[in-house]
């Protein structure tokens, strides 16, 4: 167990749905990173919360959006889906000025059909 | 532009030999950091190994080092005694300079699928 928890592991859904992704940071760690790994695209990111402030914006679609709450969790939110957003989401946390050490969730592995 | 590269989609090694895993950076940054992670295919990204920019000698980690040199911009990987539990997708990854407090993302680099034979 890395730490960083994520649900749901696994989620299939239909296209033009909305899904919402959790991830719970590893205790005491201020940021969290989301990424996206797809076949054709690789490891992107997604965008960076720390402190439950927008640190920091990547690739991330208009359709999707995120949120730090209080207590540090997470969630990215998903909507109007497509096929193409299929893809295997990561998050992870670090601590905020840490040298090192950026712990990965196992990642949740979305499906649309 | 790219700024990690890795020019390697697959490499085979035999089990006990060594191989290195190539990856090439670009930055202006002076302060940034390089990691690699392992990637199974249960798909979790493991932590490997880091090297700082500051950083005067080379990280090793068990059967892990990294070959990192500044004025070419590599920072290769170096597994000792490949074992067939080194199978795995291989990322190279950096982080620039910190802002405003916070440690910055990670890019990576595209990974190489290693494959141990026995």
């Known amino acids: 167990d890395s730490g960083v928890t994520q649900t749901p592991k696994h989620l299939i859904t239909a296209t033009g749905q909305r899904v919402t992704l959790r991830c719970s940071p590893r205790?005491?760690?201020?940021?969290v990173y989301w990424y996206q790994q797809s076949l054709d695209q690789g490891l992107q990111f997604l965008i960076q919360?720390?402190?439950?402030?927008?640190?920091a914006k990547g690739n991330i679609l208009e359709r999707f959006s995120a949120q730090q709450f209080p207590d540090l969790h997470s969630e990215l939110n998903l909507s109007s889906l497509e096929l193409g957003d299929s893809a295997l989401y990561f998050c992870?946390?670090?601590?905020?000025?840490?040298?090192?050490?950026?712990?990965f969730g196992s990642g949740t592995r979305l499906t649309v059909v | 532009a790219q700024k990690i590269t890795q020019t390697q989609p697959g490499m085979f090694v035999q089990e006990k030999e060594a191989v290195t895993l190539d990856c090439t950076y670009d930055?202006?940054?002076?302060?940034?950091?390089l990691f690699w992670y392992k990637q199974p295919s249960s798909g979790e990204m493991i932590f490997l190994i880091y090297?700082?920019?500051?950083?005067?000698q080379n990280a090793t980690e068990g059967r892990y080092s990294l070959n990192f040199q500044k004025a070419r911009k590599s920072a290769n990987l170096v597994i000792s005694a490949s074992q067939l539990g080194d199978s795995a997708m291989y990322f190279c990854?950096?982080?620039?300079?910190?802002?405003?407090?916070?440690?910055?993302?990670?890019?990576f680099g595209s990974g190489t699928q290693l494959t141990v034979l026995p």
């Open positions: 992870a946390s670090s601590v905020g000025t840490g040298v090192h050490g950026y712990t």
């Open positions: 205790s005491g760690d201020l940021s």
């Open positions: 919360y720390y402190n439950g402030e927008e640190r």
């Open positions: 930055t202006s940054d002076q302060s940034y950091g």
């Open positions: 090297q700082g920019s500051y950083d005067e």
């Open positions: 990854a950096m982080r620039e300079a910190f802002s405003s407090g916070s440690a910055r993302q990670l890019t």
